[in-house]
């Protein structure tokens, strides 16, 4: 059985605080859990939640994936950006022009993000969270892909994206040139598995198209999650069966 994309998770120095950070801005609820898994739920239950994990490691550079918010309207794009403000983002230039309708913020954590001007077609489709836009490779878009067995909306120019067959966020990569990678990634992907699933044989699957295992195994004595590098490098995780 195929993984299922099951959270973005934040490397974030204070969790909690975080995670207050955007259910505020999102309107999403906190879950129920200890401080140092804090975690949002999506208003959807298909979607993905996102989780907020404890590490002190410093913010190198810009990161490699964030978030891209829509609006509905200008009043809204103002009111979406009032609202993460109030709840400790900052404005951040990045390279935008004066002339670029999309607003480019930080939460606290320096986590980037932006908010997109009302009319964006591309993401007309999708919902308050219209993308996670990434750094990487089209190699990487198409195995993305056949991973969570996303279909491709975009593969232009080296550009690629996916979205569910259930619509929502869509998953973008820029092509190149990629940034070099500094570190661990601040945002990486965990995916899991239905209940009964063999682990051992989606990791092969994953394996066979092009994902790396570290040997590396986070939380219940290095068993719940094994950590995987996508064919980028990029970190990310899959859990044992629930």
């Not at 298909?46 to 907020?52: K, L, M, S, V, Y």
């Not at 591309?122 to 996670?132: E, S």
């Not at 619509?167 to 820029?174: A, D, M, S």
């Not at 990634?185 to 051992?200: I, K, Q, V």
């Amino acid at each position: 059985m195929t993984s299922q994309l099951f959270a973005i998770c934040f490397r974030a120095t204070r969790p909690s605080d975080l995670a207050r950070f955007w259910s505020g801005v999102l309107g999403w609820e906190l879950a129920d859990g200890p401080e140092d898994d804090v975690a949002i739920l999506p208003p959807d239950a298909a979607g993905f939640r996102i989780r907020f994990l404890p590490d002190q490691e410093p913010k190198t550079g810009r990161n490699r994936a964030h978030f891209d918010l829509t609006s509905a309207s200008p009043e809204d794009q103002r009111q979406t950006v009032a609202r993460a403000l109030e709840l400790g983002g900052k404005h951040i230039d990045v390279g935008q022009l004066p002339e670029d309708g999309h607003v480019v913020l930080a939460d606290p954590d320096d986590n980037e993000f932006c908010v997109i001007e009302a009319g964006n077609k591309f993401l007309a489709d999708t919902g308050f969270i219209g993308a996670l836009a990434c750094d990487g490779t089209q190699e990487v878009g198409y195995f993305w892909s056949e991973a969570l067995r996303w279909p491709l909306v975009w593969d232009q120019d080296q550009e690629t994206a996916i979205q569910s067959p259930d619509g929502g966020t869509k998953i973008t990569w820029g092509g190149p040139p990629v940034a070099p990678k500094t570190g661990p990634n601040r945002l990486y992907f965990e995916l899991a598995l239905p209940a009964g699933a063999d682990r051992e044989a989606e990791i092969d699957r994953l394996i066979s198209l092009g994902a790396t295992r570290t040997g590396t195994g986070i939380g219940e004595g290095a068993g719940r999650r094994v950590l995987m590098l996508d064919p980028d490098g990029n970190e990310f995780s899959v859990q044992r069966p629930r």
